[in-house]
């Protein structure tokens, strides 16, 4: 893992990474970042092997995100956890869709997220973690500040909530189920996807018009709120670039699929 980090000098975007270890992974402690292209992690094995980020910041740039697509996960007794980041995103200032956090999870269990952060990361119409079909997922200790999307005033925000609503409430944890269309439509179609089919984008590998709707998902302990600080990148450029929507992002629901997810939440700050 370090071998490959340090070829890229610390600017991942464009690269793509496969994790199907029996064992944890630790990225080594460093600011990270993610430009002129995406970074794109696979996940696709079922150990419970950690991934920790060790603590690390990424700053992702106005042309590049940061994906997760996971199929993974681990055993009652051994949850896969994915933990210690800081991502500083530049979604405001940027079109809609770049400048990202996202995690696309496709059937996958037992998963245990824990001391994330999110700053100006999250898309307006995306979702941090978009949930299809998925089984005993924990939320611990996030930290998610700020949404939105570029140029957008009071008024263009009626208009878009007019026209397209789930812009405007896309939640940063979305739950939902595995058929066609669950992703959006921002589906990738690059060889080696995991998740979606590559003819068509949107709809997931093994999508099921009757798949159950996520369930058993703990939210606790987290903070969602605005965000006014410098965007991801402004801390690449070493300039003072400033998230330009501040609003909150909703936090956490469904509205589609089939059946009622079984959501926890508790000690929480929206």
Known sequence: MEKVLKSHRNNLGGLTLTIDNPSSIVFPQKVYKVTEGNLVINLVGSSGADIDFNNSTFYIGITGNF??????????????????????????????????????????????????????????????????????????????????????????????????????????????????????????????????????????????SKSKISTNITLKNSYFGPYTGVIGQGKIDNERYMARQYFSATAIGSHSGTGTPKVTIMDNTF
């Open 67 to 208: 994906l997760i697509r996971m199929i993974s996960g681990g055993e009652s007794s051994n949850y896969e956890t994915i933990k210690n980041a800081s991502f500083y995103g530049s979604a405001s200032n940027t079109e809609e869709g770049k400048g990202r956090f996202g995690l696309n999870a496709l059937k996958a269990h037992n998963v245990h997220f824990e001391y994330l952060s999110f700053y100006d990361a999250q898309s307006m119409g995306y979702h941090l973690f978009d949930l299809a079909a998925v089984d005993n997922f924990i939320f611990n200790d996030l930290e998610v500040r700020g949404f939105g999307k570029a140029g957008l005033s009071s008024l263009d925000r009626d208009r878009l909530y007019k026209s397209n609503p789930h812009a405007l409430y896309s939640e940063a944890i979305q739950v939902d189920s595995a058929y066609e269309g669950c992703f959006g439509t921002y589906g990738f179609s690059d060889s080696t996807n995991i998740i979606f089919n590559k003819e068509k984008k949107g709809l997931p590998k093994n999508a099921d």
